[in-house]
């Protein structure tokens, strides 16, 4: 199976300053063992799903004690919230990083396309969404951190980047936030759906990727970019 050909860095957690003069951290301000905790919860959560999974397993995986578990994250909802809350940031930080690379703004939302669907099929995202998705009756406000519009979500990156060309004069957008959305759902909706449901199970062909990247950003600019006045 091929790899999508775009760079993705992984931006780390911004390291929290050890208590002055003492060269140690504050109480559940370790970013190391907080990461330790977050990476043996990962693979369990990966492993055994939300509810067979337990406090006790990931202490076990992550190497640390009850005690030390429960300084950082007080339940189990808090530590998945915290997984989360943690790709995401690493997503989109990498696509901020990547649209920051790439200012023509239709070579910028063709590397857009190209990253979100890498994270497709590449990442475990989709695995994510649906340990999510059965527990959306049971954990509603849970499921809707994964979705919220904030700094940390690829979409609102994407809406601050089309602000800056609707300020250029590139595009005529009324809501950016919108636009955002259906550029998302131009490129990636049949595979975010497809992938969800394993209707398509491997990485489709770099061709046919980029087909579709190519066919929604055509839509996208027939639909937003500023028209010359011919006045």
Do not use: W
Not at 1 to 16: F, G, H, N, R, T
Not at 137 to 165: G, W
Not at 166 to 171: H, R, T
Not at 223 to 229: C, F, I, L, N, V
Request: hydrophobic share 45%; net charge negative; glycine share 8%.
């Amino acid at each position: 199976m091929s790899k999508l050909s775009i760079d993705q860095q992984m931006i780390p957690e911004c390291v929290a300053a050890p208590t002055a003069g003492m060269g140690r951290f504050a109480a559940g301000a370790d970013p190391i063992k907080r990461g330790q905790i977050l990476d043996g919860a990962h693979r369990v959560f990966m492993k055994m799903g939300y509810d067979a999974a337990s406090m006790n397993d990931v202490t076990r995986e992550a190497g640390v004690s009850k005690g030390t578990i429960y300084v950082y994250f007080q339940s189990k909802e808090e530590l998945f919230a915290a997984l989360i809350e943690r790709a995401k940031g690493l997503f989109a930080e990498s696509i901020r990083d990547l649209l920051a690379h790439h200012p023509d703004p239709e070579e910028g939302l063709r590397q857009f396309g190209l990253a979100f669907i890498r994270q497709i099929f590449e990442s475990e995202m989709i695995p994510a969404m649906r340990i999510l998705l059965g527990l959306v009756d049971r954990m509603p406000t849970l499921c809707q951190r994964f979705f919220a519009s904030s700094p940390s979500n690829a979409r609102t990156i994407l809406k601050d980047y089309l602000e800056v060309h609707v300020k250029s004069g590139y595009f005529d957008i009324a809501d950016t936030s919108l636009a955002a959305m259906q550029y998302i759902e131009l490129v990636t909706g049949a595979y975010m759906k497809g992938r969800l449901f394993n209707e398509i199970a491997e990485t489709p062909p770099m061709e046919e990727i980029e087909r579709v990247i190519d066919g929604g950003r055509a839509v996208f600019m027939a639909a937003y970019r500023r028209k010359p006045d011919i006045s």
